[in-house]
């Protein structure tokens, strides 16, 4: 089965924790993103990359950070200095024609 | 800036009614539009698009046209079912980025078919 894969579905983060979200894609595509939803709103841009080893802050970049060591993978991970981390969390792929395509998503909740 | 704005939600219809979604925009040049629809706890999926002035995009029986003069990309469907009950997203390429792919939401509008 090929396509975006997102992990964990659900995760719990104690308050002063980092968390990293998975995000994996086996579609060969070099743009990747990361966008945030939070309820009743749309989505806003986190962070995006181009390319391995090069990526760029979006709209909303303060308290996480990212790294894209290889084509496939563009890990998200929420810092503690993310103050209200509590939302959905949405990576995509950018394919040609500025189409992009969403994994399932992952939920993070601050406990 | 770019912005999309849609119309309020929720819309809740009968099953086999007509469906229309309003979406306008603002932006610069000449930006591709979409819609995307997401299901309860899950990820968004493309519906439609359309990249050019009078391009008609569609799936599913949804439709939508892009309106440069009236700056709007309205969704239609003919005759909706339960299973169209969903959060609907209309969304912009961003010209004003180098970063081809990033896309400016609206809100989401969501819509709920009783049967």
Redesign the interface.
Known sequence: DGGIT?SPKYLFRKEGQNVTLSCEQNLNHD?M?WYRQDP??????IY?S?IVNDF?K?DIAEGYSVSREKKESFPLTVTSAQKNPTAFY?CAI??G?????????SWLTVV | GNSVTQMEGPVTLSEEAFLTINCTYTATGYPSLFWYVQYPGEGLQLLLKATKADDKGSNKGFEATYRKETTSFHLEKGSVQVSDSAVYFCALSDLSSSNTGKLIFGQGTTLQVKP
């Open positions: 997102q743009a993103y009743g709103q749309g989505l806003r841009l995006y181009q760029q979006g949405l950018g394919t024609g500025n189409t992009i395509y969403f994994g399932e998503g």
